[in-house]
């Protein structure tokens, strides 16, 4: 069976820094098709960053700059680092996997592409 588990949020002040982590477990294949949604009370799930096999990272304008995503493959782990916060940051985020080695850099946003999902972590930025 396959389970992908959040970690890392929490509470910080606008400015701030949290680091998310996403560990992958009870794939059979390599994937690189791997990314993070978030999703606020009342909003669409939204793709903020991804993998999609080829070279680089893909982003959401709103996050651009500020976010990088990672991947730790010894480990099964993808990361989210996420620097200067925003209150508007704030969300439930969601690691998100497709079974597959790579996938269309045009969809890595869109949630059907994505075979498996996480429970979520929360994530919220005062002012």
């Known amino acids: 069976q396959v389970q992908l588990v959040e970690s890392g949020g929490g509470s910080v002040q606008a400015g701030g820094s949290l680091r998310l982590s996403c560990a992958a477990s009870g794939y059979t294949r390599s994937t690189n098709c791997m990314g993070w949604f978030r999703q606020a009370p009342g909003e669409e799930r939204e793709g903020v960053a991804a993998f999609t096999g080829g070279g680089g990272a893909y982003y959401a304008d709103s996050v651009k700059a500020r976010f990088t995503i990672s991947r730790d493959n010894a480990k099964n782990t993808l990361h989210l680092q996420m620097n200067s916060l925003k209150p508007e940051d704030t969300a439930m985020y969601y690691c998100?996997?497709?079974?597959?080695?790579?996938?269309?850099?045009?969809?890595?946003?869109?949630?059907?592409?994505?075979?498996?999902w996480g429970q979520g972590t929360q994530v919220t930025v005062s002012s």
């Open positions: 998100a996997a497709r079974r597959t080695l790579g996938c269309s850099p045009l969809a890595w946003n869109r949630r059907s592409v994505y075979d498996d």
